[in-house]
């Protein structure tokens, strides 16, 4: 079955710098878009970032400029560089991919920035 296990977030000064990453398993990864989406307290989850089986990118506005994605297919790892920090990118951010019609989710990673 599908499997996304994300990691690397933790507590960060406003302005800094973390790497999210997304081990996938279960599916042929190199052909499928990839999504981070976030969820801050008490507001609903967002689309924050996809990145395409061909690589092409897209962005929240919110974090254009600030966010790159990339992938490795040979890991089968995604990736959401987070640049230049901010109090609102507080968030529970979680990595997801459609497979045949069904949504599959990791179970998400504490992003926490405060000084």
């Known amino acids: 079955q599908v499997q996304l296990v994300e990691s690397g977030g933790g507590l960060v000064q406003p302005g800094g710098s973390l790497r999210l990453s997304c081990a996938a398993s279960g599916l042929s990864f190199r052909f499928n878009a990839m999504n981070w989406y976030r969820q801050a307290p008490g507001k609903e989850r967002e689309l924050v970032a996809t990145?395409?089986?061909?690589?092409?990118?897209n962005y929240a506005d919110s974090v254009k400029g600030r966010f790159t994605i990339s992938r490795d297919n040979v890991k089968n790892t995604v990736y959401l560089q987070m640049n230049g920090l901010k109090p609102e990118d507080t968030a529970v951010y979680y990595c997801?991919?459609?497979?045949?019609?069904?949504?599959?989710w990791g179970q998400g990673t504490q992003v926490t920035v405060s000084s």
């Open positions: 990145i395409t089986s061909s690589g092409s990118t």
């Open positions: 997801q991919v459609g497979v045949a019609l069904h949504g599959y």
